[in-house]
């Protein structure tokens, strides 16, 4: 069976403070891909990331950083510097190779104040 | 390009009223999906399809039919409206793995 968990509900940070947003999935699958999506306060789900299961490799992009780490089946996200259009509820998601179901967590919902 | 359309984009209805939500895409995606998501709940899968003729339940698929005759649309049924399917439904589009999911501007459906 496939199982996200953001334990975290919601975050409420200042910003320019760093936030790390948790992410733990379980899989029997050997091949499967992990992603962060965001939904804006005006709802939309903006794709913000793919990790497949052989690729560990951290990654940055600007502001934004992901820790992909199996041998604790998480796949973390961290926003450096936050600023207030950082505040959106971000959802981590998850899609086997054999079932082709993406499946999403529960969402945290990150608010960044001035 | 339009990407994923939904529509109705807001719907009410009564408690035992049938309809279908509206989903159509122009990229040429194998597959497709519907969501709806909850407070607390996050974006739970209702049916998904992996190509035309080819569908599948989600996690939650009771009270929902759905059928791809074509590559283009998936609509969602509601056979019989509840008040617990009050809901913002959202329908995605992809490529087969491991691409991401282009998503839909969502319904929101309320059942008096």
């Known amino acids: 069976a496939q199982k996200v968990t953001q334990a975290q509900t919601e975050i409420s940070v200042v910003e320019k403070e760093d936030v790390t947003l948790d992410c733990v999935y379980e899989t029997r699958d050997t091949t499967y891909y992990l992603f962060w999506y965001k939904q804006p306060p005006s709802g939309e789900l903006v794709f913000l990331i793919r990790?497949?299961?052989?690729?560990?490799q951290n990654e940055i992009s600007g502001r934004y950083s992901w820790n992909f780490q199996k041998s604790t089946s998480s796949f973390n996200f961290t926003i450096t510097a936050s600023q207030v259009v950082d505040s959106a509820v971000y959802f981590c998601?998850?899609?086997?190779?054999?079932?082709?179901?993406?499946?999403f967590g529960t969402g945290t919902r990150l608010q960044v104040f001035p | 390009n339009a990407g994923v359309t939904q529509t109705p984009k807001f719907q009410v209805l009564k408690t035992g009223q049938s309809m279908t939500l509206q989903c159509a895409q122009d990229?040429?995606?194998?597959?497709m999906s519907w969501y709806r998501q909850d407070p607390g709940m996050g974006l739970r899968l209702i049916h998904y399809?992996?190509?035309?003729?080819?569908?599948d339940q989600g996690e939650v698929p009771n009270g929902y039919n759905v059928s791809r005759s074509t590559t283009e649309d998936f609509p969602l049924r509601l056979l019989s409206a509840a008040p617990s399917q009050t809901s913002v439904y959202f329908c995605?589009?992809?490529?087969?793995?491991?691409?991401?999911?282009?998503f839909g501007s969502g319904t929101r459906l309320t059942v008096v």
């Open positions: 990229m040429n995606h194998e597959y």
């Open positions: 399809s992996v190509g035309a003729g080819i569908t």
């Open positions: 995605a589009s992809s490529r087969r793995a491991p691409y991401g999911y282009t």
């Open positions: 990790r497949n299961s052989f690729d560990e």
């Open positions: 998601a998850l899609e086997s190779y054999n079932t082709d179901k993406l499946i």
